[in-house]
């Protein structure tokens, strides 16, 4: 295809290629022409249509992949987490709590409310700073430890990318990778670099690999990683600093937002002399979804930085949501409650993977909500195959960055919520599809 670009300065090439991306004569994905062509088809200098190309890359019109070329962006919407819309199917693949295992409110909300909160006072709760100094403190190895108030960890992780990148940075993330984060990293415009996760966490080599590339940023979940639940090892975590103490100005993002109902210990990448680092722990898995607030431990020129990002929109979170969250997390019933949530979690999940085990499909829970299952077939098939026995649930390549032939075998369930027959029945019915899908189960209780 001959495209019509014109112009002879940057601005003028770049509202042409705007022009054909608008009137969808470029589609997503399309090459662009190398400069060089380019400047000698329009008898321009190089760097104008270097200019041109980095002022579409600023507005996110195009990204640029190296020896990959100059493409036009990819607009396709990212899958989202929760309930999925006009669907009379049992949803299997929300991501979401047990309803029944969120802490009330009510008691809190009679005790909570005190004086009005007026422009220009502090943006956080005195008394929620105290507990949340508490609270990440011990986990750090920094000793200067700065905290800021978000509406969630979302919310966190998007500022903390954009008070530290420029549109097409590098940012390195899981692969496999929770839907939010690569949500959050292609709408801003950065260009994610997938690091594989393995049973102990984010891989060395996979870090050391993206670190070369020149990522600006890492992203990384220490435990109950979504959608495999794994959880760094002890081991894995002190080789991830090691190999971070050599780039000590790369933000570090550590998303640990399964903290008080996890039954794994929190280890970090974050070194005692990391620089620019980043702890985010929200209350949204064990107070709910709705609980939007988190907590964001940082360093100092990091927290002065994110308030920047702040200013300019929601100031601060409401300090009734700040006084009702501590409220909750310093009351011994609900700290008792979010405790036995953590358990109830691991026990429900630990049985369906039993489940599945013993009819054919070795499987293992890890940390989390959900159960990453390994499958011996396309894992689109046997999604097909449960929708016609009435379920929905997500396949695993919804989470994929690079392209990963075992992701695409894997679906990703949640199944804590399920009483005891419908789970039983659940689980039947998977391996009831991957043998109408054509694969075979391993003999009765192989691990």
Known sequence: MT????????????????????????????PLPPVRGLADDLGVNRNTAVAAYRQLTTAGMVVTRGRGGTRVADRSPVAQEGFAADSVLRDVATGNPDPDLIPDPSRALAGMAGRPVLYGEPVIDPDLERWAHEWV??????????????????????????????????????????????HTVRVGGYRPVPVPVD?????????RSALELGVRAVVCTPRAQNPTGASLSERRAADLRAVLREHPYVLVIEDDHFSMLSRSPYRSLIGPDHRRWA???????????????AVTASDRETADRLAMRLTPGTTWVSHLLQRLALALVTDPDVVSAIDAAGEHYAERNDAFAARLTALGLPATAGDGLNLWVSLPVPARDVSEQLMRRGWLVRAGDEFVLADDASSSRRLRLTVHDLAEADAERLAADIAAAVRAAGGRLAPAGME
Not at 6 to 29: K, M, N, W
């Open 199 to 207: 049973d102990e966490g984010m891989t060395v080599d996979g870090l």
């Open 137 to 182: 403190g011990a986990d750090l190895a920094p000793s200067d430890v700065r905290l800021t108030i978000t509406s969630g960890a979302a919310d966190a992780v998007e500022r903390l990318l954009a008070q530290a990148l420029v549109r097409d940075d590098a940012v390195a993330l899981e692969d496999p990778c929770f839907l939010t984060s690569i």
């Open 3 to 30: 495209l019509e670009i014109t112009g002879r300065s940057a601005a003028d090439i770049a509202a042409s290629v705007r022009a054909l991306i608008e009137r969808g004569v470029l589609l997503p994905g399309d």
């Open 279 to 293: 702890l985010v722990r929200s209350v949204s898995k064990f107070l709910g979804p709705d609980m939007c607030l």
